[in-house]
C-alpha cells in the first residue's frame, strides 16, 4: 500500500537555526505533493503544494520544498526558524489526480526562543 | 475566501450517547471528508463522500456513519460513543480539478467519558 514517511516526530530548534524536514513517499506514479502546517489551537492550513514545473517550490512564510523524483522525496526547509513557527507538519501526497491524499505522521517542531 | 466550518470546537459527550458531528463548506466542493486526529498517528480518514448521498469507507470506519444530503454539508455520526472516540475530528472538502489539495475545518475536539 502507499504510505508516506516523516523520520521526525519531534525536532526541537533554537531561532535562526536552519531547519530541514524529511517526507518520503512510497508510490511510482504521478504525483502531488503538499505540506500543510497546525499551529497550536488553529486549524490545518496549506503551506505549499508541488503539481509540476520547477521542483524547488516556495510556500507561505519563507518555506520551500524540493522534489526529487528519484528520491521520492519532498523535504520542507526554513533557512532561519523563528519561535512562530512552532507548529506540526504534515506532508501529503496525492496519487494521480486521485481527490485523496495520503498522510504522513506529522512532526511536531518546537523552536525554542 | 473558502470556508469550512464545524459545528462545534469542543464536546463532551458520555458513553453510549449517538454524537452528531456537522461540517458545512461554501466552494461548492465535491468531495468531503472526515478525519480523527490523534497524536502520532497523524491524520486518518474514516469516510469520505464525492458526490451527494453518496459514501465510502475510509481507513478507520467502525464505529462511524455519515450522511450527505446536501452538496455542501456532511455529517459524522457516532451512533454509540465510547471513550476509544476521544479525539479531534478534522473535516476537509475539495473539487474537482484541484490537484487534491484539501481544505480543512478548525476541527472539533470530542471527549467521551
Known amino acids: 500500500a502507499q504510505s508516506v514517511s516523516q523520520h521526525n516526530h519531534h525536532v526541537i530548534l533554537s531561532e535562526a537555526a536552519s531547519l530541514e524536514l524529511g517526507c518520503n513517499y512510497s508510490?511510482?506514479?504521478?504525483?502531488?505533493l503538499f505540506w500543510y502546517v497546525q499551529y497550536p489551537g488553529q486549524h490545518l492550513q496549506l503551506l505549499l503544494k508541488?503539481?509540476?514545473?520547477d521542483p524547488l517550490v516556495k510556500g507561505i512564510k519563507g518555506f520551500e520544498a524540493e522534489f526529487i523524483k528519484s528520491k521520492f522525496s519532498f523535504n520542507l526547509r526554513k533557512p532561519s526558524v523563528q519561535w512562530s513557527d512552532t507548529a506540526e507538519y504534515f506532508c501529503?501526497?496525492?496519487?494521480?489526480?486521485?481527490?485523496?491524499?495520503?498522510w504522513g505522521a506529522g512532526t511536531k517542531l518546537i523552536i525554542k526562543p | 475566501d473558502v470556508k469550512v466550518t464545524q459545528s462545534s470546537r469542543y464536546l463532551v459527550k458520555r458513553t453510549g450517547e449517538k454524537v452528531f458531528l456537522e461540517c458545512v463548506q461554501d466552494m461548492d466542493h465535491e468531495n468531503m471528508f472526515w478525519y480523527r486526529q490523534d497524536p502520532g498517528l497523524g491524520l486518518r480518514l474514516i469516510y469520505f463522500s464525492y458526490d451527494v448521498k453518496m459514501k465510502e469507507k475510509g481507513d478507520i470506519p467502525e464505529g462511524y456513519s455519515v450522511s450527505r444530503e446536501k452538496k455542501e454539508r456532511f455529517s459524522l455520526i457516532l451512533e454509540s460513543a465510547s471513550t476509544n472516540q476521544t479525539s479531534m475530528y478534522l473535516c476537509a472538502s475539495t473539487g474537482w480539478g484541484s490537484g487534491g489539495e484539501q481544505f480543512f475545518g478548525p476541527g472539533t475536539r470530542l471527549t467521551v467519558l
Open positions: 501529503a501526497v496525492n496519487l494521480d489526480s486521485n481527490y485523496q491524499l495520503i
Open positions: 508510490y511510482g506514479g504521478t504525483v502531488n
Open positions: 508541488y503539481f509540476s514545473g
